[in-house]
């Protein structure tokens, strides 16, 4: 196994821009004659960025994160600087050097030494366990708020959808749902109103009440004292974890690691109540296991870029519990590996997966996916479909222009994120490489 980073291309690149503002201002600062000094290793590369003031900008990356530094003033994360050096990089225009400069060597060094120090031992709680009493109490506040979410969409139902017209109409039901401490379906029902823009949304709303009372169903459910549970646990937690009930990440890394090669698919950022939310997806190439990513920041602040698309990672992943584990965080990374495009599978292939991980966990709403041989083609609406059939694509990504240029009709492998309303395309990777979509 090499490891050895790829040279990124442009899109790769411009994908960790945090705004579309820094794609221009980096494009901007990539030319050769804003750059002295610039050199690149096997890991990492540097160089110095005329700016307005008399003393250039040092900027350098680590890319086997990737993390970045630069002595500019900006907030944003990364720089313009930093990804316009990567830009240059990726164009060819920086040239290879047997050793970093001096102040990118020391920063590199630094990084290198807090990385080898031994993991501090945990500390020991100094509560032994969480406080019964306390557990208890918010168990009593979710039934009950959980009781009257069940009141309020049977409801819905005898009186029928046709008045169902107003988007704030659930409002005072999630804030009695965040009181009751169930957050998680709090946010389910606060997603209702964008239903309602569909030409079917009578359909689609009343699916969305029929999972939510599954949901419902399932917590219901007692655990049987002594008997087996017909839940199961991973189901239970499952549930448990969509109701809002908190997973702590020490707990999630003190379990099984899954060590692969895990080839970077694609994210999307969504905006979440003040929040920003960036989802990595990711596929191992050995165990073939679809994983996602989540960091969370508050509006206009930089988000977690260390993922890079197109890119793959030997590392190790810890994920959350449940009966479909998709969550997952990155345990030990051990280095980027030159892999060339993910291995990719058959329309049907992936249908049988996604069907596969929906009988493990129904309230699933996207999965990702690799289909091998596909391209972009028109049969009443937009679909990637091969030899062996194909999947649609959503109706929010309109017409894929990027991609049928990137395909020029003939078959790629394409990554995508799978929903119950079609596919929406990540990346790509054609013979010059990935293709950031």
Not at 10 to 26: C, E, G, I, N, T
Not at 41 to 59: F, I, L, N, Q
Not at 121 to 148: F, I, T, Y
């Amino acid at each position: 196994m090499r490891h050895v980073i790829e040279r990124w291309n442009r899109d790769q690149v411009l994908a960790l821009a945090p705004d579309a503002s820094s794609q221009k201002a980096a494009q901007g600062v990539s030319a050769p004659g804003k750059w002295s000094g610039a050199g690149v290793t096997a890991d990492a590369v540097w160089g110095e960025c005329k700016g307005s003031g008399s003393t250039p900008y040092r900027a350098c990356v680590d890319l086997t994160e990737p993390a970045y530094k630069c002595t500019c003033p900006s907030r944003k994360f990364p720089c313009k600087h930093a990804l316009g050096l990567l830009l240059l990089w990726s164009a060819g225009g920086v040239a290879d050097a047997a050793e970093p400069a001096g102040w990118a060597a020391e920063w590199l060094d630094q990084r290198r030494a807090r990385a080898a120090r031994p993991a501090p031992a945990r500390a020991e709680r100094s509560e032994a366990a969480p406080d019964p009493k306390r557990a208890e109490q918010r168990e009593q506040r979710v039934a009950a708020g959980l009781a009257e979410l069940e009141r309020w969409l049977a409801d819905q139902v005898r009186q029928g959808l046709a008045g169902t017209r107003r988007h704030d109409q659930w409002d005072g039901l999630v804030k009695r749902l965040v009181d009751a401490q169930a957050p998680g379906v709090a946010g389910t029902v606060s997603r209702l109103g964008s239903v309602l823009a569909a030409e079917d949304w009578p359909a689609r709303l009343l699916g969305e009440y029929a999972l939510l009372h599954l949901l419902l169903a399932a917590h219901r459910r007692p655990v049987p004292d002594g008997a087996p549970d017909a839940l199961g646990a991973g189901l239970r937690q499952t549930v448990r974890t969509r109701i809002g009930f908190p997973v702590a990440k020490e707990e999630v890394l003190a379990g099984e690691t899954v060590r692969d090669r895990w080839d970077v698919l694609g994210r999307r950022d969504e905006e979440q109540d003040r929040l920003t939310a960036r989802r990595v997806w990711l596929r191992g190439r050995t165990t073939g296991r679809a994983a996602l990513v989540l960091s969370f920041a508050p509006a206009g602040q930089a988000l977690d870029a260390s993922l890079v698309t197109g890119t793959t990672l030997d590392a190790d992943l810890a994920f959350y519990p449940g009966s479909a584990p998709l969550r997952a965080l990155v345990a030990e990374r051990r280095g980027a590996v030159s892999e060339g495009g993910p291995p990719g599978s058959s329309p049907q292939e992936a249908l049988a997966e996604v069907a596969a991980a929906l009988a493990g966990d129904p309230w699933i709403d996207s999965w990702p996916l690799v289909l091998d041989r596909v391209a972009p083609m028109r049969d009443g609406g937009w679909l990637l479909g091969g030899p062996d059939g194909g999947l649609p694509l959503h109706p929010s990504a309109g017409a894929p222009w990027r991609l049928l240029a990137v395909s020029g009709g003939h078959p790629l492998t394409v990554a995508a994120e799978w929903t119950p309303r079609g596919l929406l395309p990540l990346a790509a990777w054609n013979e010059e490489g990935p293709v950031v979509l």
